[in-house]
């Protein structure tokens, strides 16, 4: 999904350096990281395994090819990837129609971002089928663009979905604010130049240089997000 994005110029006021927000979707916007798991769980449930609580750890914010292949292996089930894949996607679709909660604090800032023209993409190593359905409940037009992580040769970790998204949005991948609740999607921004703000849902993450933690999106807004890039140059 693309729109017309405003030229740079017009998006700097106040003498912020931020030129776009890329921002995450399961767990970061939808509170759907728990979701994802309950699916897991039935389909090996379904197949006669029972899946460990530890690995929920290991599967977060992966891609799906990695975190069903993992499950495979660790659970020595007898179905193919892309059997897995197509039984976990329609899982999530089943729950997503019928409920798709919101992460606290996810619509003012969409709101905010949307009044105040700062081109946003949402950027996710969900499939385009699941992302597509999200937009349509989260309102397409908070986005000028969408990365599936089906779309890219290399999804997160890898820093690729950030940089196309930066570069999908004319701007500089260290004037890009990126909010992101696991450490699969931290290391991909990161790895890209971005600014991140990590707001973790399953598993902790740390602060560190060009990171900042917050414990929910309500602590996140426009001036926030400006406020990390006060200290470039």
């Known amino acids: 999904m693309t729109s ?17 927000v890329l921002l995450d979707m399961d767990g970061t916007l939808v509170d759907t990281e728990g979701f994802w798991w309950d699916v897991e769980v039935e389909v090996f449930a379904a197949l006669g ?28 089930a007898d179905i193919t990837l892309a059997e897995l894949t197509a ?18 604090g996810a619509a003012r800032l ?22 597509d359905r999200v937009l349509s409940i989260l309102g397409p037009h908070h986005f000028a663009l ?3 992580g089906d779309e890219v040769s290399r999804t997160k970790p890898f820093p690729d979905p950030y940089l196309l998204a930066a570069a999908g949005l004319d701007a500089r991948p260290d004037r890009c604010a990126v909010v992101e609740d696991t450490a699969t999607g931290v290391a991909a921004a990161e790895a890209a ?27 996140v807004d426009l001036a926030f997000l400006r406020g990390l890039m006060t200290e470039m140059p």
């Open 193 to 219: 130049g971005c600014r991140v703000v990590a707001v973790p849902s399953v598993a902790p993450i740390t602060p560190a240089a060009g990171r900042t933690v917050v414990t929910s999106l309500e602590q």
């Open 49 to 76: 395994h029972t899946l460990d609580d530890s690995w929920r750890h290991v599967v977060v914010g992966g891609p799906m090819t990695r975190s069903a292949g993992f499950l495979i292996e660790a659970t020595g």
């Open 4 to 20: 017309t994005v405003p030229a740079l110029g017009t998006l700097t006021a106040e003498g912020s350096a931020l030129q776009a």
């Open 146 to 148: 969408s990365i599936a």
């Open 87 to 104: 039984l976990l996607n329609e899982g999530f679709e089943d729950r997503i129609d019928r409920a798709l909660p919101l992460m606290p």
């Open 110 to 131: 969409l709101a905010e971002l949307h009044e105040h023209a700062i081109p946003t993409a949402l950027v996710s190593a969900s499939h385009r089928r699941i992302i």
